[in-house]
Every structure is written in structure tokens, then in C-alpha cells.
């Protein structure tokens, strides 16, 4: 069983320092092996994604990612910023589900922006399409016409690609409280109309599961309206990644939410919603349970490991009803401790 850790840049070394001591303390035998990417693959080798990272990434059965980028690299040519080596790993694995969950712990109610009796108990599962649509349609650029420069990108679906998402959301759905909410902009956009029709043709093949359709607009409005309506919501790339990380802060943090996103036999790369977060690199002050949270992601997903995946979640529930925190969750009344500290504490309660 090998993992390809992708450490990355800002914060995430340490908060892949104590994913991996996760990982050793459950003996399950995992090879592990390191590789560059993002900024400091930029550094080392003039390319965010280096042709090593990519050798070692297809040879192994999951990733494990920290956070790309920084202020450090935002003037570099578009194809050179670390982002681009997120972008090229997707594409080049297929990983094309990204399942990112939003689950508020009863001891962090008080975290949320919202008032608690709003977010209490939310549990979302957001399933986004994640390597077609606006982000990787052709063409797209910047050139000059009639004299003033002018901006261009394409967003496209093809039915196939709408159906492969769509599966993977019904059948989710249908292992949690079985209504998929399907996220789409019909009223202007044509692309969107395709990705409703489809979902709506696929909608017979899951009798057990309630289908609804929303519109993009309505249903950011929504997530901070009354989020809890929401069980499952799929919905394209770009809607994908605004709507994933509004439901993420209704947790308090998004420094408490996992991510998998996987291919069509269940390989994944695995990785914290949030980012790079360079502003608190190296202090040690980071909240390693988004990443730690993401390998028990991995060991259910990729590995079919669910009593270890279990183990792992019910660490951090623990430590959470123990009172650690740290500091994007830190709230007077319980232990403000540092990166290290909530490893520790982590590897205590397994």
C-alpha cells in the first residue's frame, strides 16, 4: 500500500508532519515516499508538478497533500505558479470527484459565524466535478482585440462527464440521508442546462434517492440561510469550489475540513480544504486535523480500511470533547495548544 505525500508549501509541512505520525501509529503498513510540488518544486526544479512527483504520484495507490502556493510566487508566469501542479495532478490521475464534507462537532457550535441553533448538527457532503467545466476549457487567454486587451475563457460538459459526477453523488447520497441537491446556473447558461438534463435523466436509476435542482445563486444564498436542508449537493467546478468553501466556514474553521477527490477506481489524492496559509508558516500554530482528517478520508475511500477510518475520527472527536484547540478554534474555556500539541494529543486518543 503506497501513499505519495505531498508536502507542499507554507503550513504544509507540519500539518503533514502529524498525518503521517497518524499514519505510523495505526501499524497498518504503509510505504510512504515524499515528493515536490507547488512553490518549492518551483524553487527546486523551475516547475510546480516536476516530472519525479509525477512518476511517484501514478506508481502510488493515494496522495497526501499539505497547500500550495504563497505571496512568494504570485508574479511568476501562469504555467510556473503552484497552483498549476494542483491543476496538473488532477488532470493527469483523472481524479475528477472531489468530496468535500462539512460537518460542524457539537463542541465547536459556538465557532460558527452563524448562530448555533442555525448550524447545530449540519452534516453536507459537497460533491464536485473537479477537471472539466470553466477551469480547463479551451480556448482561453488573454489577447488584444480592437485595440484594448480582452479575456476569454470556455466552460463545456460533455453528457459523459455530467453523468460520471452524477453517479458518484446519487450513490453517496444514497449511503447518507438520501436527497441530492444538484447545483447549476439553466436560467443563463446552456452548459448548465445540459448538466441539468442529465441529472434529471439519471434521477429513474436511484428511485431511493430524492433529486432537487437549484440554482448557483439561491443555493449560496441558502447554505447561510438554512443549511441544514442540504444532505448531499452536486454541482460543476467552479460553483464547486465557491459553494465547498462557503459551507466550510458554516464549521467555524475550514481548518477542520477533509477532502478526497477520486478517480473512477477509488485512487485519491487526499488533502485539507484549506490552504498554504503562508501568513502562519512555520510558527507552529497550525490545525492539523483538516489533514489528519483527510487521511481517514483515505483509509476509506482508497484503502476500504472503515474500522481504522473510524479510529481515526473518533481521535479527533475526542480531543475535541477534551477541549484542545487551536488557534482558529480556540475559544475561551478550553487549551489553546500548538501544531505539535494537537498531534499529540490526537496520537493519545488513538
Not at 486587451?149 to 446519487?170: D, K, Q
Not at 483509509?299 to 481504522?308: D, H, S
Request: with cysteine; proline share 5%; charged share 25%.
Amino acid at each position: 500500500m503506497k501513499i505519495c505525500v505531498l508536502p507542499g508549501d507554507g503550513i504544509g509541512p507540519e500539518i503533514m508532519a502529524e498525518a503521517v505520525r497518524v499514519l505510523e501509529a495505526l501499524e497498518l503498513g504503509f510505504e510512504m515516499e515524499e515528493a515536490l510540488i507547488g512553490g518549492g518544486a518551483v524553487d527546486a526544479t523551475g516547475t510546480p508538478y516536476p516530472e519525479a512527483t509525477s512518476r511517484l504520484a501514478k506508481a502510488a495507490d493515494a496522495v497526501l497533500l499539505g497547500a500550495v502556493g504563497g505571496p512568494k510566487w504570485d508574479t511568476l508566469p501562469r504555467e510556473q505558479r503552484p497552483e498549476r501542479g494542483l491543476l496538473a495532478i488532477r488532470k493527469e490521475l483523472g481524479l475528477f470527484a472531489n468530496l468535500r464534507p462539512a460537518i460542524l462537532y457539537p463542541e465547536l457550535a459556538n465557532a460558527s459565524s452563524l448562530k448555533p441553533e442555525v448550524v447545530a448538527g449540519l452534516d453536507i457532503l459537497i460533491v464536485r466535478e473537479l477537471t472539466g467545466d470553466i477551469y480547463f476549457g479551451q480556448p482561453r487567454g488573454v489577447e488584444e482585440r480592437g485595440g484594448e486587451r480582452y479575456g476569454f475563457n470556455t466552460m463545456h460538459y460533455t453528457e459523459s462527464e455530467i453523468r460520471r459526477i452524477g453517479r458518484v453523488a446519487f450513490e453517496a447520497a444514497r449511503k447518507r440521508g438520501k436527497r441530492l441537491c444538484s447545483v447549476d446556473k439553466m436560467n443563463v447558461l446552456e452548459t448548465t442546462q445540459l448538466w441539468r438534463d442529465v441529472m434529471t435523466e439519471l434521477a429513474p436509476e436511484y428511485p431511493d434517492v430524492e433529486l432537487s435542482h437549484m440554482l448557483v445563486d439561491n443555493a449560496a444564498m441558502q447554505l447561510v440561510r438554512a443549511p441544514k436542508q442540504f444532505d448531499v449537493m452536486v454541482t460543476g467546478n467552479m460553483f464547486g469550489d465557491i459553494l465547498s468553501d462557503e459551507a466550510s466556514m458554516l464549521t467555524g474553521s475550514i481548518g477542520m475540513l477533509p477532502s478526497a477527490s477520486l478517480d473512477e477506481n477509488n485512487k485519491g489524492l487526499y488533502e485539507p480544504s484549506h490552504g498554504s496559509a503562508p501568513d502562519i508558516a512555520g510558527k507552529g500554530v497550525a490545525n492539523p486535523l483538516a489533514t489528519i482528517l483527510s487521511v481517514a478520508m483515505m483509509l476509506r475511500y482508497t484503502f476500504g480500511r472503515e474500522e481504522a477510518a473510524l479510529r481515526v475520527e473518533g481521535a479527533v472527536k475526542k480531543v475535541l470533547a477534551q477541549g484542545y484547540r487551536t488557534g482558529d478554534i480556540f475559544e475561551p474555556g478550553t487549551s489553546r495548544v500548538g501544531t505539535r500539541q494537537m498531534g499529540d494529543a490526537v496520537l493519545a486518543a488513538l
